[in-house]
């Protein structure tokens, strides 16, 4: 259950990642109140995570679901670039998260 709480703790990051870009565009209480509830609910689930899987783990596998898959939801719904490095870091931020996962 560790590693569910774990992954859904990433995709709340994930989200929050796309709300901060939502509060810079719409200064209003629902942006606010979206960045709040998400990443609330990140903190949440990475403690619940934390209970059994150690800080370091868990941290790093966190911010890297977060850090991909905000570039990614960023390439997808606000144009960023899609250039062929950008795609490879991030598919090495990938790997760093899976390999992490098969030595714990």
């Given at each position: 259950m560790d590693w569910i709480y774990l992954i859904i703790?990433?995709?709340f990051e994930?989200?929050?990642?796309?709300?901060?870009?939502r509060l810079h565009k719409k200064k209003n209480w629902q942006s606010l109140l979206f960045l709040l509830v998400t990443f609330g609910g990140s903190f949440l689930f990475l403690s619940l995570a934390m209970k059994t899987l150690p800080m370091g783990t868990?941290?790093?596998i966190w911010t890297g679901i977060g850090a991909s898959g905000g570039a990614i939801l960023g390439m997808m719904f606000y144009n960023e670039p899609k250039d062929w490095k950008r795609l490879f870091f991030i598919t090495l931020i990938i790997a760093a998260a899976v390999g992490i996962k098969l030595i714990s």
């Open positions: 703790a990433g995709l994930m989200a929050g990642v796309v709300s901060i870009n868990a941290y790093a």
